[in-house]
């Protein structure tokens, strides 16, 4: 079977062939976020290529019609985030963004199979979950076994068949049931790679890109995330130290932080920030590596670091713990474990051995181990070799990298830029974290690049307002009438 899907995956005759099985035509609909009615479409899907009269899955995509009477040919698709996000969850917020480009440009949001409505691999929420038990890594992987085992017995259960590669031809499926001949694509993190397996497979198809924090096929995210995390920390300790107020409030921010890691495991008793009740419970160093980590995708949250560090040396973590996961992200911003799983072990994981990004002093090897011991048991399609490879682009791309960010910071864009070759600009925010587009005044460079009439303007759009915004200083607490500083 993985032999027959990666031959699938390179036939773009089989592609074609199945592009007609539309279950729905596009019809009005309300989404929640949005205010008024947008356009809902289904196609169905093969979940194996190779037998498309086997298994099926219905893809489920969003159209937010261009105000315009008359409007131009080619919208705009987004690509999200994970592996594991809804890109209709999300459109709410994108459209906002990208109101300018709506304007005479229709916008797509396809939710990639696994994902949202299209054959999602949702597991259980942990609602009711102690911190203990959130902090427990024997308790985790049994919930992912059960989760697994929920997940291969839904009709679609084959998760072999959840690959970038295959997510991409149903979202070619999705432009030529829409009749579009070409399409501008927006991927924001792991949608970097799905934007860079579209453009590999259907060039013809793309007209502008726009990739933002790249996360290349060949990065091997668990290996490069420990050198990516190591590098945006040290660069806030150093920001610290710059920084007169950090300094005088945080003087020994390194030093409490190493001893702080020489302390591990250690006890404390810490109240859950969701339920406000005190628990006593175990900090291992993995714990505390996660307590740093999210909040460094942000510039704003990592400002905030230097005060949960200095407090979590002092024993109380509360603040770390809470800046690093609110305990189960909700809503719109969860991920699909079973897609997320389904994408690493299959596209990175092979390579893990073979990964040349040495792991960060600190972080070390620990996120590593934890993916390749769930990959140990998630099953794993066979990936074509072709899918590594990054071709010259024939048309215009904009590359865009936070300069701080902790895990696709510039070193992946510039390489992805030099590979995709001199129709590509490389744009680095020097303050920004993970998601450049979110700045306000990245909207309208966003704008000017896909609405350029012709390729040699697209790649003279003007994006400096980006490099004046300044790091956040970092969060000093008031303090109490009295007292010092806490």
């Known amino acids: 079977m993985p032999r027959r899907l990666a031959a699938a995956a390179l036939s773009i005759a089989a592609l074609s062939g199945s592009a007609h099985a539309a279950t729905e035509s596009l019809h009005p609909c309300r989404v929640p976020g949005f205010y008024t009615e947008v356009q809902c479409g289904v196609l169905q899907r093969a979940l194996d290529p190779a037998h498309p009269q086997g298994t099926q899955i219905d893809v489920h995509y969003v159209v937010v019609p261009a105000l315009a009477r008359r409007k131009l040919a080619d919208p705009v698709f987004f690509l999200a985030g994970g592996p594991g996000q809804s890109a209709i969850g999300v459109a709410p917020m994108i459209s906002q963004q990208m109101s300018r480009l709506n304007n005479r440009r229709d916008l797509v949001f396809v939710d990639q199979r696994g994902t949202g409505k299209s054959a999602p691999l949702m597991c259980d929420e942990d609602r009711r979950a102690t911190l203990s038990q959130l902090l427990d890594n024997k308790r985790r992987e049994q919930l992912?076994?059960?989760?697994?085992?929920?997940?291969?017995?839904?009709?679609?259960?084959?998760?072999?068949?959840?690959?970038?590669?295959?997510?991409?031809?149903?979202?070619?499926?999705?432009?030529?049931?829409?009749?579009?001949?070409?399409?501008?694509?927006?991927?924001?993190?792991?949608?970097?790679?799905?934007?860079?397996?579209?453009?590999?497979?259907?060039?013809?198809?793309?007209?502008?890109?726009?990739?933002?924090?790249?996360?290349?096929?060949?990065?091997?995210?668990?290996?490069?995330?420990?050198?990516?995390?190591?590098?945006?920390?040290?660069?806030?300790?150093?920001?610290?130290?710059?920084?007169?107020?950090?300094?005088?409030t945080y003087p020994q921010l390194r030093g409490d932080w190493q001893r702080l890691l020489a302390s591990l495991p250690t006890a404390a008793t810490v109240t859950h920030p969701l339920t406000g009740l005190s628990e006593p419970v175990t900090i291992t160093r993995e714990a505390l590596l996660s307590g740093v980590r999210m909040p460094l995708y942000s510039a704003l949250t990592a400002s905030a670091l230097p005060q949960a560090i200095s407090a979590a040396a002092q024993g109380r973590f509360e603040p770390l713990l809470a800046l690093g996961s609110g305990f189960g992200t909700r809503g719109v911003n969860r991920l699909a474990e079973g897609l997320h799983f389904s994408v690493v072990c299959a596209e990175d994981m092979p390579r893990l051995n073979a990964a040349v990004d040495p792991p960060g002093a600190d972080f070390g090897s620990e996120f590593s181990q934890i993916y390749a011991h769930s990959c140990s048991f998630w099953p794993r399609?066979?990936?074509?070799?072709?899918?590594?490879?990054?071709?010259?682009?024939?048309?215009?791309?904009?590359?865009?990298?936070?300069?701080?960010?902790?895990?696709?910071?510039?070193?992946?864009?510039?390489?992805?830029?030099?590979?995709?070759?001199?129709?590509?600009?490389?744009?680095?925010?020097?303050?920004?974290?993970?998601?450049?587009?979110?700045?306000?005044?990245?909207?309208?460079?966003?704008?000017?690049?896909?609405?350029?009439?012709?390729?040699?303007?697209?790649?003279?759009?003007?994006?400096?307002?980006?490099?004046?915004?300044?790091?956040?200083?970092?969060?000093?607490?008031?303090?109490?009438?009295?007292?010092?500083?806490?």
Do not use: W
């Not at 502008?208 to 420990?226: E, F, H, Q, W, Y």
């Not at 070759?421 to 700045?439: E, K």
């Open 144 to 248: 992912l076994r059960q989760c697994l085992a929920q997940l291969q017995q839904l009709p679609y259960g084959d998760l072999r068949f959840f690959t970038t590669t295959l997510a991409m031809q149903d979202v070619d499926a999705v432009r030529q049931a829409l009749g579009v001949e070409r399409i501008n694509l927006v991927g924001v993190s792991y949608g970097t790679r799905a934007a860079l397996e579209f453009m590999r497979a259907f060039p013809q198809a793309v007209r502008r890109s726009v990739i933002d924090g790249v996360a290349p096929p060949d990065m091997v995210l668990p290996a490069s995330t420990s050198s990516d995390n190591q590098a945006a920390f040290d660069a806030l300790l150093s920001a610290c130290e710059q920084e007169a107020a950090c300094a005088r």
């Open 381 to 486: 399609a066979s990936v074509p070799s072709a899918f590594y490879s990054i071709p010259a682009s024939a048309t215009p791309v904009l590359v865009l990298s936070g300069g701080i960010d902790p895990v696709t910071p510039p070193r992946h864009g510039a390489r992805v830029a030099l590979a995709l070759g001199p129709l590509a600009r490389h744009v680095v925010v020097p303050s920004a974290g993970h998601f450049v587009l979110s700045l306000g005044c990245m909207h309208e460079a966003l704008f000017r690049f896909i609405d350029a009439a012709a390729d040699a303007d697209a790649g003279k759009v003007d994006a400096a307002c980006a490099a004046k915004i300044p790091r956040p200083a970092a969060f000093i607490p008031v303090a109490r009438a009295g007292q010092g500083t806490p």
